[in-house]
Every structure is written in C-alpha cells, then in structure tokens.
C-alpha cells in the first residue's frame, strides 16, 4: 500500500515538473528584451513581441481589482466581524459557490452586462468579468486574515472607548493589510492567468491600446493565438509568454504560502 | 461627553459592509438571471429538444446541444476514473504516511498544480501530450485493444482521451488536497483504536477512508464540478468536433469549448442565445454539483469536529 501510494503521489508530481521545465525550455529561447517591449510582428515576420499583450494584462487586472476589490474587502471585513450569523453562512456558502463557477460562464454574463449595453467588445467588460473571478476569492482571503487579528486588540480598543467602525477600520485592517494583500495578490494571480471569458469581452487587439472602451490585448489571449499559429517562431513566442505568466503565478503562490505560513500553523494543530 | 450605548457610525459601517457581503451573495442570482434572460430565445424556439438533439447548424439555425453535453460527461468521467485512484493514494500519503517535513513541501507541490493556467496545459497538451499520444500511446492501445469500441478509430492524438487525461492532471490537486483534509479531520482515536485491536496500517487506512467515504464522495464532485468547467486546456486537444461517439480515439466536443470558439463570432441573435443557453446549463451543473459537495464536505468536517 506505501508503494502504490507514494507511486500516485509521483505520478501526481510528475507532470508539474514536466510542465515547468518543459515550458522553460521551449519558452527561454524566445525570451529577450525585445519580446517585452516590441509590438507583435505581421504576419510571416520573425521577432516582434508581447508589449500590447502585458499592458493589457496589467489594465485588465487593475480594472479588475477597481470592480473586484472594494466589493471584496467590505464583504470580507462584515464576514469576520459581524458574520457569524446565518446571513454571514449564506454569504460564505454562496462565495464558495460562486468560486466553482467555469470562468466560461463569468466570461458570458460579463458579455451580457456589459458589452450588449456597449455594443462592442471591451477591456471594460474584461475587467468585470476578471472582478467577478476574483471576487471569491479575496474575500475569502480578507476575512481569514481578519480574523487571525488577535481578540485582545479589538477588546483593547473598545476598552480605550474607540468606536467599534473606527477600530476595525484603523486598527484591525491595518494590522491584517499584509496578510489580505497576499490573499489579494493570489486573486490577481487566478485573474492573470484566465483566458476563456476574455475570449468574448476584451476580444484581442493586435496593436497597441491603452483604451479601455475598445478590445483589449491580453498575455493569455496571446499565447491561445500565437499556440494555434502554424508558424514555428509563434509558437515558441507562446511557450515564452507561457514561461513569464507561470514564473509570475508561481512567485505570487510561493510568497502566499511563506507569509501565511505561521500563522496557519495554529489552525492547523 | 455624551455616551452612547450604539455608535451611529457602527450601525452605518455594519450596514455598509452587510450590504457589500449581500452582493456577493445576491451575484450568483443576477448571473443566472441575466442568462435566463439571454437564452429566451433558444428557450423558445427549441424547448427541451435542445438537450436531446445532436444538429449543430449555424447556417440553418438548428441547434442541439446533445453532442456537447456528452462530450464535457465523457471527458470528464473519464478525467475522474484516471485521477481518481492517483488522489486518493496521494490523500493517503500526505494524511496517514508521510512525516511531517514531507508532508508540507508535497502539499505545497500538489497546490501549486492548480495554480497552473488552464492555458499553459493546453499549451504543453497540444506539443508534448498530442504528440506522444498520437505517435505511441494510441497505435500501442489500438493494436492490443482495438476490439473493444473505446478503442477503434485513427490515432489523431487529438481527441477524448487527451481532453481526459489533460483534465485528471487538473482535477487531480483539487480531490486530493479536499480528501486529505477530509482524512485528516477524521479523530485519531479511530486509528489508535484501530491499532489497538492489532490492525496493520493498510487496515487501519481502510477504515479511515471508510470513515471519510462522504467527504471523498465530495472532494469527487467538486473535482467533476471543475472538470465540467474546464475550457482552454480541452478546447485545445479535444478536436473540437461536435459528434458522438464511444471511442477515446475520436475527436469530440464540450460545452465550454464551444462556447469558447463560436461565442465570438455567433453572427444571429438565435445563434448567441443558444450558446448563452449552453452556458446556462453549465452554470446550472456546475452550481449543483458545488451546492451538494460543499454539503457534503461541510457536514462531514463538522460531525468530526464535535466528536
């Protein structure tokens, strides 16, 4: 029984590493200064770049954590402080439900809100969709680390005659920042890293835009165009911008894990 | 100093953060509303013959979502019967066997297999998985086990069985980590008593996992729940062809890559809402099997709390 189950935990491990050093090796070949900053190449042309398709990326995230993480974080805060009630469990339930949602469907509804109304495909509606991806998450995240605050500093604080919205949002907020900024940032990371609802929302452009009313390039859209081309030099464009987007996503995991790392230890013993 | 027994800034602040909270809540109904509302047309036109038929045709505006629904059943049952085993012998492994400096670093590796975009494992599907399969795994299984019907057809190494091999390696981490937890909840009085009778670990495992039977039951669901979701990693290798049929070999189609390659350029009124209506029924699987595994897996985790 050892054996077969430490051969499963080694045939779970092995495509993890086969993947990352696969798209290492295919990938870092593509990689130089050039691809980060030039503009994609016409077709046919060898060399060119990912700039359009990294600075959408970045203004498809930080629209998404514009929609996304207020609604978050306020949620989060009232699930830690006021939820342990039955609205605060239907709340929980229905997060978690809403994470297991395909990123298809967010993609479709994000489509139906938004770029019906507008008439055109836009980073808008791929912002919206990306917020509502990263919804769940963030606030599950901002309500764990609200809560690992230690009761002693809201009692110390209400001792002191502090208002309790004062406490919570001066005190225990600040002090439970790293923690949610983590939880924010593997949020972003999912967000990152989705292609599917993009697909119909943010569309793709093959040039540069910053307009956030018009079709959007993206890092993922990129690597979807660039795997189905024919051509070897796209191809391996995509292997490289697959390298960068799993080394970002794979820092932002590593970091969540060292920060979080104590104080799970409680919890879990 | 006036004193008062309720701040006004309290109650605004809990208001406010209520309100917040509701939303999220209230979000998973305004999606579903909102595709209702977007499938009306195909809702109307096509009924309940929309499941059940096999045409997919734009250019006459007849639309059935039968070859879909199974294609997204078939890759991912099959996704479950590969991964399955491999997660429960990894569960094992890092809930009963492993010592504690192991059992963290492999965690951590299992997790770190979920935060891999779905698109980076279409990517390495299409070039490293396609390939292979197309040029050893495939003639090897038609020429041993061609007889049986899951088997027969052209090794194009594009079809179900990359579509179902790419999602086991998805939904492995997320069974996986979901029945350890489950494993480890489970008191240790069950296995101290197990040993105390003079059970070997193998039996004492046994009744563990019999223990945790329900929390597996769930960790299953929510990784069939993600298997249905799936959309760049299979529209990548499944072949993208909308027919049924029985073998691995073939090509075949799911509900989210259809979405995913057609929703774009849909040019019909008729034509978006019968992919919205597609989508509505993924959200609708999707939500109930969510609903029932975090039941299940709530209730499991809660029973043995209080033990």
């Known amino acids: 029984m050892t054996t077969l189950s430490m051969a499963s935990v080694a045939i779970a491990i092995i495509p993890l590493f086969l993947i990352f050093f696969y798209t290492l090796a295919q990938g870092i070949s593509a990689l130089n200064v050039d691809f980060f900053i030039h503009m994609p190449k016409p077709v046919g042309e060898l060399g060119g770049g990912m700039a359009n398709a990294l600075v959408g990326t970045t203004i498809l995230i930080g629209l998404g954590c514009l929609f996304g993480l207020p609604i978050s974080i306020f949620a989060g805060i009232y699930l830690a402080e006021y939820g342990n009630n039955a609205i605060g469990q239907t709340v929980r339930f229905f997060t978690d439900v809403l994470s297991g949602v395909p990123s298809i469907v967010v993609g479709v509804v994000a489509y139906i809100l938004v770029v019906i109304p507008m008439k055109q495909f836009s980073a808008l509606a791929g912002g919206v969709a990306l917020a509502i991806l990263m919804i769940p998450t963030a606030t599950r995240t901002t309500e764990e680390m609200i809560r690992l605050v230690p009761q002693s500093y809201r009692e110390a604080a209400l001792a002191i005659g502090i208002p309790q919205w004062k406490a919570t949002l001066k005190i225990i907020l600040p002090t439970a920042m790293k923690g949610i900024t983590t939880g924010v940032l593997l949020a972003i990371a999912r967000a990152a890293g989705e292609t599917a609802p993009l697909l119909f929302t943010a569309l793709g452009n093959r040039f540069w835009s910053t307009d956030i009313g018009h079709p959007i390039a993206s890092l993922t859209v990129f690597i979807y165009d660039y795997a189905k081309a024919p051509f070897d030099d796209w191809n391996r464009q995509a292997w490289g911008a697959a390298f960068v987007l799993i080394v970002l996503i794979f820092i932002v995991n590593i970091t969540f894990r060292f920060v979080t790392r104590g104080r799970y230890k409680e919890q879990q013993n | 100093m006036k004193l008062h027994t309720t701040h006004i800034g309290d109650k605004v602040f809990k208001t406010t953060t209520m309100f917040f909270a509701l939303f999220v809540f209230a979000l998973v109904f305004l999606m579903g509303y909102e595709m209702v509302r977007g499938s009306e047309l195909s809702l109307k036109q096509f009924g309940w013959k929309f499941l059940t038929t ?35 012998g990894v569960a094992i492994f890092l809930s009963e066997l492993a010592p504690r400096w192991l ?24 070039f490293v998985l396609v390939p292979w399969l197309r040029t050893s795994v495939e003639p090897f299984l038609i020429k041993s086990m061609g007889f049986l019907p899951f088997f027969k057809g052209v090794p194009y190494g594009f079809g179900m069985l990359a579509a179902g091999i790419i999602l086991a390696i998805m939904v492995l981490p997320i069974i996986s980590s979901i029945s350890r ?7 240790n009085s069950q296995r101290e008593a197990a040993f105390a009778l003079g059970a070997t670990k193998w039996e004492t495992t046994k009744i563990v996992l019999s223990d945790g039977k329900s929390g597996l039951l769930g960790a299953t669901l929510l990784g069939l729940g993600r298997a249905v979701g799936e959309t760049m990693a299979v529209t990548m290798v499944i072949g993208n062809r909308p027919e049924i049929s029985y073998s691995l070999l073939d090509p075949g189609y799911s509900m989210a890559s259809v979405i995913a390659n057609e929703f774009a350029e849909a040019t019909s009124s008729l034509y978006t809402s019968a992919l919205i209506e597609i989508a509505l029924i993924l959200f609708v699987v999707t939500i109930i099997l969510n609903v029932i595994a975090r039941l299940i897996v709530w209730s499991i985790t809660k029973k043995f709390k209080t033990t």
């Open chain 2, 103 to 126: 059992e963290r670093p492999v965690s951590f590796l299992v997790e770190l297999l979920a935060a891999i975009p779905s698109i980076v494992y279409g990517l390495w599907g299409i």
């Open chain 2, 54 to 88: 096999s045409t997919w045709d734009p250019v006459a505006e007849e639309y059935g979502a039968l070859p879909f629904i199974f294609g997204t059943l078939f890759s991912s049952l099959l996704a479950l019967l590969i991964a399955l085993p491999l997660s429960i």
């Open chain 2, 181 to 187: 937890d489950v494993l480890r909840a489970i008191p």
